[in-house]
């Protein structure tokens, strides 16, 4: 089945800083990558996505990088907030199902 | 549109009791799918339901089952509740296409 490996698991940085989590699927029949975040006692947010056709997105500071040779994809934020604080999960999904398999998750701290 | 709602938000369970969690998608969307975090475990797939019918399942034990009905509203189902059952359990809400959209959760804590 589908693998997700997620690192680093915790990250801390300066704020303006830049910071950057990267994942690796199994699967090369992965087709959609979401990024969520989590902050503590609520919901994971979905923040951006990217789908198996496209290597690369942006919105605003934030942007996803997807490598579908080695089979890895990557979150990249720039100028960092303290509020960017939180947990980051990135998810893929294979083709034919709906169920996302998540990565073990990033504790990102912006020191201010 | 109103987000995903999830009900109740927290319970306190004993050992070999049963519970039933509720969740109402985002009106409109027709698929929800259940998750289970754990510190330990992360977030693990349990099912998906799509206009009434479970075409995904994870791989948990037979005590967790689930249901969709016409309106799209899902519930979840744990039976003979053990001890490592406690955990933040999420129900996530999709159009017909790929993006899941999250509920806040139900707390279940197991003693």
């Known amino acids: 089945g589908e693998n997700v490996e997620q690192h680093p698991s915790t990250l801390s940085v300066q704020e303006g800083d830049s910071a950057v989590i990267k994942c690796t699927y199994s699967d090369s029949a992965s087709n959609y990558f979401p990024w969520y975040k989590q902050e503590l006692g609520k919901r994971p947010q979905l923040i951006i996505d990217?789908?198996?056709?496209?290597g690369e997105k942006k919105d605003q500071r934030i942007a996803v990088t997807l490598n579908k040779t080695a089979k890895h994809f990557s979150l990249h934020i720039t100028e960092t907030q303290p509020e960017d604080s939180a947990v980051y999960f990135c998810a893929a999904r294979y083709t034919g199902r709906r169920a996302l398999t998540f990565g073990s998750g990033t504790r990102l701290q912006v020191q201010p | 549109k109103a987000g995903v709602t999830q009900t109740p938000r927290y319970l306190i369970k004993t050992r070999g009791q049963q519970v039933t969690l509720s969740c109402s998608p985002i009106?409109?969307?027709?698929?929800v799918s259940w998750y289970q975090q754990t510190p330990g475990q992360g977030l693990q797939f349990l099912f998906e339901?799509?206009?009434?019918?479970?075409?995904n399942k994870g791989n948990f034990p037979g005590r967790f089952s689930g249901r969709q009905f016409s309106n799209s509203r899902s519930e979840m189902n744990v039976s003979t509740l053990e001890l490592g059952d406690s955990a933040l359990y999420l129900c996530?809400?999709?159009?017909?296409?790929?993006?899941?959209?999250f509920g806040p959760g139900t707390r279940l804590t197991v003693t």
């Open positions: 009106s409109g969307h027709r698929s």
């Open positions: 996530a809400s999709s159009p017909e296409g790929l993006e899941q959209y």
């Open positions: 990217i789908r198996s056709n496209v």
């Open positions: 339901y799509f206009s009434e019918t479970q075409r």
